[in-house]
């Protein structure tokens, strides 16, 4: 359970339902009233190796921001929600990209605004859309601090169209089980193989724990998919990831394998990573290698094509011998 060292909060959460509970729930952690969540000095001014640190500040605010973005894998938007960053310290994360060392948890109290915009979409579309609300945060690690996951099922459960999905690293998916989703929730678990998990994933939940969701979940009515992601080329990655999918050939539910999805996903890694990484942890399991990596642009890194290529016959063949019958959704 994250208990933050301080919160960082825009005065006018104070006109918002949640704000005020997240207030009064922290009561007792110092705060500091701020301008803009996006833009907080004293936070900036840190270093690269408190980057830990600053990920045990809460942020809370208001979003700005509502765009929809066009996506074509699971969703067909990926939509800003209610939170950004995360409490964890993955050693690629994407967010890092964005928000540097800076990657902290955002939690933004205006979600009826944000979830009546998805409803209104929804309804108004000729297909059935489906909605990526969890693209730049962790909903389940944020849902115990906030409880958003089990208001936002029962707020979207009655709408006549629409479907709403989620990534998660955690295992605390209890909140959500006995909700009547109405089948209107796609929950997709990312799994690693569990060394990657303890010396890469920091601060997430290990590979029994996210496979024991999965079953939970689907013992309780949602779709689920599991994205094995990001693939990372480590030295023995072949026997790492065949002994993953075997592993969850073997510890998934009849349920789960019944139908099932999966979705892999190839680490990218930036100068940014490299950066913060050798401040932050100086001692750590070393995942970029320049050797197997080409330039993306702007200072990214992505592997290169042969090993790609390499990778994607792989996993096919893999996931083809243990799970036959099951789609792929996409491999990138």
Not at 77 to 99: K, Q, R, W
Not at 111 to 124: F, G, H, Q, V
Not at 222 to 246: C, M, Q, R, T
């Amino acid at each position: 359970m994250f208990k933050p060292k301080a919160i960082f909060y825009e005065k006018n959460i104070e006109n918002y339902d949640l704000g005020k509970e997240l207030l009064e729930k922290y009561s007792n952690v110092p705060k500091t009233i701020i301008e803009n969540h996006n833009n907080i000095e004293e936070l900036r001014k840190k270093q690269n190796n408190e980057f830990l640190e600053l990920k045990r500040n809460l942020i809370i605010g208001v979003r700005k921001t509502h765009k929809f973005v066009p996506n074509h894998k699971v969703s067909d938007f990926l939509v800003p929600y209610t939170s950004s960053g995360c409490t964890a310290a993955c050693m690629y994360c994407y967010l890092v990209c964005n928000y540097n060392k800076c990657s902290y948890l955002r939690l933004f109290v205006n979600r009826e605004e944000m979830l009546d915009k998805i409803i209104k979409t929804a309804e108004k579309a000729e297909n059935n859309l489906t909605f990526e609300i969890g693209s730049n945060s962790d909903l389940i690690i944020e849902n115990t601090i906030t409880g958003n996951l089990p208001w936002t099922i029962e707020n979207f459960k009655n709408t006549k169209k629409g479907m709403l999905t989620f990534p998660t690293k955690f295992e605390m998916v209890d909140d959500t089980l006995n909700i009547d989703h109405k089948g209107k929730v796609i929950v997709r678990v990312s799994v690693n193989p569990d060394e990657i998990i303890k010396n890469v994933e920091i601060g997430t939940s290990r590979l029994n724990g996210r496979i024991q969701a999965i079953n939970k979940l689907k013992q309780a009515g949602y779709k689920v998919g599991i994205i094995i992601a990001p693939v990372i080329f480590v030295d023995n990655w072949k026997l790492l990831y065949e002994d993953l999918i075997k592993y969850l050939y073997e510890n998934l539910s009849q349920s789960v394998k019944s139908n099932v999805f999966f979705e892999i996903i190839f680490m990218t890694y930036s100068f940014v990573h490299t950066k913060i990484n050798e401040e932050a942890f100086p001692n750590s399991f070393q995942i970029y290698n320049k050797d197997l990596m080409t330039g993306r642009g702007r200072g990214k890194y992505m592997y290169k094509n042969e090993y790609r290529a390499e990778g994607k016959l792989f996993f096919i063949e893999m996931l083809n011998k243990y799970f036959p019958n099951n789609e792929i959704k996409y491999i990138v």
